[in-house]
C-alpha cells in the first residue's frame, strides 16, 4: 500500500516570511494529491491539491508542486500570516480504485507562525 | 447544505460496550469514508463505500463494521469497544468523478475507558 512521510513535524516562522512543508510517498500509481488544514478541535478542510498531469498550482498565497518523478510533493504558503498557524497534512491517493480509494495521509506538520 | 454530519460530537464508553457512529451527507454523493485520526497522528482509513449496498476494508478495519442502505448515510458499529479505539472519528464524502475532494464532517470524539 501507499505510504505517505512528511516533514518536518513542527515548523516555526516569523510573520511575513515562507513556509514550506514537503511530502514523500511511494506508490507511483498515485495520481491525486490534497492538502488539508486542521485547526485544534476542527476538522480538516482541503486547502488546495494537485494532479499528477500537473507540476504546479497556486492559489494566492499557497502553492504546491509534484515531482513525479522522485515522488515528491511540497507546499509553499507565502506572506504567512498568524490565521495560517494550524496541523497541516499531505495525502495522496493512487488510481487504481478509478478515484474511490480512501486518501493515505502523512503524519503532519505544526505551523507556528511568530508575531 | 448541511454537507457531511456527525453525531454524536463526544461518546464515553466501557470497554466492551457496543455504539454506532452516523453520518450522513446531503450533497448526493457516491463515495463515503471512514477514518480515524489519534493525538499527534495522521487520520487512517477504516472503511470506505462506493455506492448503496457496497464497502470495503481500508487500512485499520479491525473492531469496526459499517453498513450502506442508503446513498446517504454511512454510519460505523464498535462491537466491543476497547481502549486502542479511543481516537477521533471522521467521515468524509465525495462524489463519483475521479480525483475529487473529500469533504469531512466535524468528527465524534470518542473515549473507551
Known amino acids: 500500500g501507499e505510504n505517505v512521510e512528511q516533514h518536518p513535524s513542527t515548523l516555526s516562522v516569523q510573520e511575513g516570511d515562507s513556509a514550506v512543508i514537503k511530502c514523500t510517498y511511494s506508490?507511483?500509481?498515485?495520481?491525486?494529491f490534497p492538502w488539508y488544514k486542521q485547526e485544534l478541535g476542527k476538522r480538516p478542510q482541503l486547502i488546495i491539491d494537485?494532479?499528477?498531469?500537473?507540476g504546479e498550482k497556486k492559489d494566492q498565497r499557497i502553492a504546491v508542486t509534484l515531482n513525479k518523478t522522485a515522488k515528491h510533493f511540497s507546499l509553499h504558503i507565502t506572506e504567512t500570516q498568524p490565521e495560517d498557524s494550524a496541523v497541516y497534512f499531505c495525502a495522496a491517493r493512487p488510481s487504481r480504485g478509478g478515484g474511490a480509494d480512501g486518501l493515505t495521509f502523512g503524519k503532519g506538520t505544526h505551523l507556528i507562525i511568530q508575531p | 447544505n448541511a454537507g457531511v454530519t456527525q453525531t454524536p460530537k463526544f461518546r464515553i464508553l466501557k470497554i466492551g460496550q457496543s455504539m454506532t457512529l452516523q453520518c450522513a451527507q446531503d450533497?448526493?454523493?457516491?463515495?463515503m469514508y471512514w477514518y480515524r485520526q489519534d493525538p499527534g497522528m495522521g487520520l487512517k482509513l477504516i472503511y470506505y463505500s462506493v455506492g448503496a449496498g457496497i464497502t470495503d476494508k481500508g487500512e485499520v478495519p479491525n473492531g469496526y463494521n459499517v453498513s450502506r442502505s442508503t446513498t446517504e448515510d454511512f454510519p460505523l458499529r464498535l462491537e466491543l469497544a476497547a481502549p486502542s479505539q479511543t481516537s477521533v472519528y471522521f467521515c468524509?464524502?465525495?462524489?463519483?468523478?475521479?480525483?475529487?475532494?473529500?469533504?469531512f464532517g466535524d468528527g465524534t470524539r470518542l473515549s473507551i475507558l
Open positions: 506508490d507511483s500509481a498515485s495520481n491525486y
Open positions: 494537485i494532479r499528477s498531469n500537473v
Open positions: 468524509a464524502s465525495s462524489d463519483g468523478r475521479v480525483n475529487q475532494p473529500q469533504h
Open positions: 450533497m448526493n454523493h457516491n463515495y
